[in-house]
């Protein structure tokens, strides 16, 4: 014969509380004395229980998930865009360890509010609409968008909406959502006053892409600080934050500015790439040219030599911006708040 499943009146037994309680502490109703929920949550540990997720979804109204929604511009159809075109944008997400630590940062922050994401892929018209019709339909509380395009529509579909979201990294069209972000001018600030106190004085830099903001703005920030030392032009080329593209930037910088001594790379993947080239082309790094990256990513420890770069702190970024959707999904706060963060530059070997 089947033991019966542990009860709300079971806990409230053990625990020495009534029931009502236990429904509160299970509810996550903030109004209980902590003590209280300390008592009531080894109750639930000694007899077993599991709350009712589609009762308790009744009762608050949450879902206790979220969508982790990683988005792009893409303006082809569905029916444009081909299954290996949509594996494609999947894979050069997966790719980059910068998603990796967004996932890290949002799980640290939700699992132990007893919250969990939900990733969705929103690269064409079609499946930005099945985001925000899984949202409306109750699917989740919110989302958290990464969007990897200046002109990423989705942000202004989820505002129109008035769906609870939040996006890492300021949108490139004003919207009244709110974000986290870097002070990505004054990471390339801190980039060129490194390569200048190094002694470097022909500098280049491999962007990001130039349509995308935080790329205009570490190249901005990298410009306007060797301009304010004498330095009135710097060789750029564009990248595409991905190993191949740094490798082909670099090449390019090389053999149009075969005596440069200094390069300041928008990520750590294209400095990966371009101290390939460079060592490829029998130049040592650091001591005929110096790298700076930007992310401070896993790349940066395991490249060779290690990676001087410019520290995102994107798993606090991504725990700040799970937080506010939080605070957005449960009232606390109403209006758009934007938080941006410090970069800080990491001294290693490349430079």
Known sequence: MSRQAPTLEDVAREAGVSRATVSRVVNGVRNVDPAIQDLVRRAIERTGYAPNQAARQLVTRRTTTVALVVSGAGDASEGDASASEQNAFAARVFADPFFGRVVGGVVGRLRPRGMHPVLMF?????????????????????????????????????????????????????????????????????????????????IATVAGPLGVTASQERLAGFRDTLARHGDPYVPVAEGGFTVDSGMAAMTSLLAEHPDLDGVFTANDLMAQGAIQVLRDQGRRVPQDVAVVGFDDSSVAVTCRPRLTTVRQPVEDMASTMSALLDDHIAGRRTAPTSVIFDPELVVRDSA
């Open 122 to 202: 929103a690269e064409t018209p079609e499946t930005r609409q099945e985001v925000v019709s899984y949202l409306r339909q109750g699917g989740a509380d919110g989302a958290l968008v990464v969007s990897t395009h200046p002109d990423d529509p989705l942000p202004a579909l989820l505002a129109d909406a008035r769906l609870p979201a939040v996006l890492f990294a300021r949108p490139g069209r004003p919207v009244p959502l709110s974000y986290v972000d870097l002070a990505h001018r004054e990471g390339g600030r801190l980039a060129a006053e490194h390569l200048l106190a190094r002694g470097c004085r022909r």
